[in-house]
């Protein structure tokens, strides 16, 4: 092993415990669901956003305003109507008659943990008040910007079925997550261990003491996990399989994965390997999480929903042609 | 003139009507018919009486008289009939199969049949009876004399004997050539056995040349010699076991083998682990496992 490698896992040894910590304490709260755990973990390594999908009931908004109270920072969840306008969001001017002036009247958006609760029931122009947020880290108001607080974490929720009345993301909203999860339904051991957990209640007294600079540290240590040309090149190639696709996925991809998908999945498999105890990545780490980073910014053609051929099918079909290092 | 048409018109349909059934009518045909010209004494044939008549002719069914039936026994006889109906014309067909056996051998003619009452008759048929042919092992009286008498006169080279030796020796060479195969076949499998376990590497006779090839350990100095290492193992287990080991990482890889229970399969994981830490982690691995593992599973 190389010394960078060495001196990152010694520096990662240390701050291991944090990351069991918030695994242990997440399965105190949520039965099972072990992938959206890890995923949301990779988010919060990563300094990216999550987009949650399921349908109702399998604990997404729980999984995510626990994440936030074990982690001890600033939670707020918002709530996505059809009415909810910008400046309820990010904040407005508002007139201060005693002194002639505006002052500025921060939005639940000043916050390190947002969650977007069923985000594609409000109109485009409120999902793309999260755009700069999002992107830059940053909100502007008026003439003035604001730099928002790090970390900055935004997860948001949809609902798949019930699309009546509902506005689905624009192509540009959705490539600011950087993993869209999809939540399955639980076993029917774990679904047994809710019926028993509702019974005596859930735990609600989290204890947990991982602080700001904790977080900080790990995102640090992820940002210098190892990661070889040939890995760089499997993932370019994936992305690139996407564009340039071969006859047989030619009329089925409308558009390909972004250049944000291969940074997305660099950084995501850096943090896969941190979660699996390992300071380098390796090929398993990028197709473990390319489903997650892939499945959104491939758009399917119209050919490919008549025969219906999803996005997902698509990334596996992907997959399976790229030769693996 | 319009009655001179009328009348030549009913005239005309009288004649038309009153000739029809004259035209139509046919007279009565009968024909013989018999299978076998040639048989031996003691076998049967079949004689068919084909009678063909119009259904509004009188014949008396009754009155057939087949001549030279005397010499023959009969055995049974069948009777079908089959009516046709063509342009207002009824024919009948009727067929008389008798199975009939001959008395003695000698050259007879059976025939022709007569109708009673009438002209019509029909053909002779000319049959043949041989002598009757005794099977080698019949016990027939005469025929063992024949045979002790025969013993006694053959020669060493008999013809019959000759051949049936000749058959003898052919139907033990085929069971013996049969036998062989089978034990053949037998040690083929202990054979195989001994490098598979659980029916797998069946492909392993069948691709020797491959294996060959895969089975080449790169060089040590080679610069990338992990990378041929994982390839060249990837190769082996492609060719034999039919896992696309192009798209598969190295645990994919792993977690297919261990379904088809592959025996080194420990040794192959270490060397994907090792490799895989050279190649993604750039550690020094130590390379003299590698050679020794390989050994240990080729």
């Known amino acids: 092993m190389n010394e960078k490698i060495k001196k990152t896992q010694e520096l ?42 399921s349908v109702p009931g399998l604990a997404k908004t729980t999984a995510v305003s626990t994440l936030a109270k074990i982690l001890n920072l600033d939670f707020q969840r918002i709530q996505f109507t059809p009415d909810l306008l910008p400046s309820d969001l990010i904040g407005s001017r508002i007139f201060n008659p005693q002194n002639n002036s505006f002052y500025v009247k921060k939005g639940p958006i000043f916050s390190n943990f947002i969650l977007a609760d069923e985000i594609n029931r409000s109109p485009a ?35 798949p079925i019930e699309q009546e009345g509902t506005y689905p993301l624009p192509e540009a909203q959705v490539d600011r997550f950087l993993l869209k999860t999809v939540i ?58 996407s564009r340039q696709t071969s006859p047989e996925l030619k009329n089925l991809i409308a558009y390909g994965a972004s250049p944000r998908a291969s940074i997305g999945l660099t ?18 780490d990028v197709k473990e999480i390319a489903m997650d980073i892939l499945r959104h910014r491939i758009i399917a053609t119209y050919e490919a929903e008549a025969e219906d051929i999803s996005s997902e099918k698509i990334v596996k079909m992907l997959l399976e042609s790229v030769k693996v290092p | ?39 031996s004494l003691g076998e049967s044939f079949d004689l068919a009486l084909v009678l063909k008549y119009a259904s509004t002719g009188d014949l008396n069914m009754g009155d057939l008289d087949i001549s030279g039936l005397e010499n023959f026994q009969e055995l049974s006889s069948q009777k079908s009939t089959q009516i ?88 033990a060479f085929m069971f013996f ?22 029916n797998l590497v069946d492909d392993i006779i069948d691709k020797k040349e491959e294996q060959v090839d895969n ?58 682990r090792l490799c895989d830490q050279a190649r993604f982690a750039n550690s020094q691995e130590d390379k003299e496992r590698i050679v020794y593992l390989w050994k240990n599973i080729f």
Not at chain 2, 124 to 153: A, G, P, T
Not at chain 2, 189 to 194: L, T, Y
């Open chain 2, 177 to 198: 050539a049969l036998t062989k195969r089978e034990k053949m076949e037998l040690a083929m499998e202990k054979i195989k056995n001994r490098f598979q376990k659980n």
């Open chain 1, 267 to 284: 950084q995501a498999s850096k943090a896969i390997a941190l979660l699996n105890n390992r300071a380098f990545v390796i090929p398993e």
């Open chain 2, 1 to 39: 003139m319009f009655k001179k048409i009328k009348r030549f018109f009913i005239f005309f349909l009288i004649s038309f009507l009153v000739c029809l059934p004259i035209f139509a009518k046919q007279d009565a045909q009968v024909s013989l018919e018999i299978s076998d010209s040639e048989i």
């Open chain 1, 184 to 241: 399955d339904y639980p076993s029917i051991a774990e679904e047994l261990e809710i019926i028993n957990r509702s019974e005596i209640g859930f735990k609600k007294d989290l204890q947990s003491n991982i602080s700001k600079q904790d977080v900080a540290s790990l995102q640090d240590i992820c940002q210098q996990v190892y990661i070889d040309e040939s890995i760089k090149k499997y993932i370019v190639d994936l992305v690139f399989a």
């Open chain 1, 125 to 159: 122009k409120v999902q793309s008040a999260l755009l700069e947020a999002m992107q830059e880290g940053q909100v502007t108001i008026g003439e003035e910007t604001f730099v928002l607080e790090k970390p900055f974490f935004v997860m948001a929720t949809q609902n």
């Open chain 2, 215 to 272: 089975l080449n350990l790169p060089n040590l100095d080679d610069e990338k010699f992990f990378e041929k290492v994982k390839e060249n193992l990837s190769k082996y287990i492609q060719n034999n076991f039919g896992i696309n080991t192009d798209s598969l990482t190295s645990k994919e890889i792993l977690d297919k083998l261990k379904e088809k229970k592959f025996f080194k399969f420990s040794e192959i994981e270490e060397i994907f």
């Open chain 2, 84 to 171: 046709q109906m063509l342009n207002g014309a009824t024919t009948v067909v009727t067929r008389i199969t008798k199975k009939l056996k001959a008395n003695k051998e000698g050259e007879f003619v059976i025939g022709p049949l007569k109708i009673a009452n009438t002209e019509i008759k029909s053909n002779s048929v000319k049959i043949v009876i041989k002598k009757e042919n005794k099977s080698f092992f019949q016990d027939d009286d005469e025929n063992i004399v024949v045979l002790s008498s025969s013993r006694k006169q053959r020669s060493f080279f008999n013809k019959d004997l000759f051949i049936n030796v000749l058959m003898f020796f052919l139907l």
């Open chain 1, 12 to 53: 990662f040894e240390p701050k291991k415990y944090i990351l069991d910590n918030i695994k242990k304490e997440m399965a105190c709260v949520i039965v099972g669901q072990d992938n959206l755990v890890d995923r949301l973990i990779v988010a919060l390594l990563t300094q990216g956003h999550i987009l949650l999908e």
